[in-house]
């Protein structure tokens, strides 16, 4: 059972969690050209080769609109390519270029400082439940708000 006190503390610890995480992220990425944002997108991109563009926006939890945004941006700096799908002629395929790989590479190396930090705060298993819980409250609320459409 949640306490009033929790009830506070969740979504204020939640919000100055991301905030940290993307600050330290954009101030790392800064002279790179590429936003955090964008960063997380090039990671679902590479991870997931064979995604469409709305696949991704649900990957990243972002809406289609924001995400198509970004693989303007991203494919205009030649580090994504966007091909028609092979069964689905509204939708677009996304793949990482072999320059927007090497940015992925960069970027990769660049954030590992915070990583370090992040995972120094926490051991093993409390990033493995950190994780899992995050998974849980994301899936909770996604399910949610697709209920309530």
Same mark, same amino acid.
């Given at each position: 059972?949640?306490?009033?006190?929790?009830?506070?503390?969740?979504?204020?610890?939640?919000?100055?969690?991301?905030?940290?995480?993307?600050?330290?992220?954009?101030?790392?990425?800064?002279?790179?050209?590429?936003?955090?944002?964008?960063?997380?997108?090039?990671?679902?991109?590479?991870?997931?080769?064979?995604?469409?563009?709305?696949?991704?926006?649900?990957?990243?939890?972002?809406?289609?609109?924001?995400?198509?945004?970004? =693989?303007?941006?991203?494919?205009?700096?030649?580090?994504?390519?966007?091909?028609?799908?092979?069964?689905?002629?509204?939708?677009?395929?996304?793949?990482?270029?072999?320059?927007?790989?090497?940015?992925?590479?960069? /970027?990769?190396?660049?954030?590992?400082?915070?990583?370090?930090?992040?995972?120094?705060?926490?051991?093993?298993?409390?990033?493995?439940?950190?994780?899992?819980? =995050?998974?849980?409250?994301?899936?909770? /609320?996604? =399910?949610?708000?697709?209920?309530?459409?």
């Amino acid at each position: 059972m949640k306490s009033s006190q929790q009830e506070h503390e969740l979504p204020l610890a939640l919000r100055a969690a991301y905030m940290a995480l993307h600050r330290n992220t954009e101030a790392k990425f800064a002279t790179h050209g590429v936003t955090a944002d964008q960063f997380v997108l090039m990671l679902a991109v590479d991870e997931n080769r064979s995604l469409t563009q709305r696949e991704l926006a649900k990957r990243i939890s972002s809406d289609p609109s924001t995400v198509r945004a970004m =693989l303007v941006l991203l494919e205009r700096n030649g580090l994504i390519r966007r091909d028609a799908h092979p069964n689905d002629l509204r939708a677009k395929t996304v793949e990482l270029t072999a320059s927007g790989k090497r940015k992925l590479r960069k /970027l990769w190396k660049v954030g590992q400082s915070i990583r370090d930090d992040m995972y120094g705060a926490m051991s093993p298993e409390e990033t493995t439940i950190l994780i899992r819980l =995050l998974r849980c409250v994301s899936e909770s /609320l996604y =399910l949610e708000n697709a209920v309530s459409r």
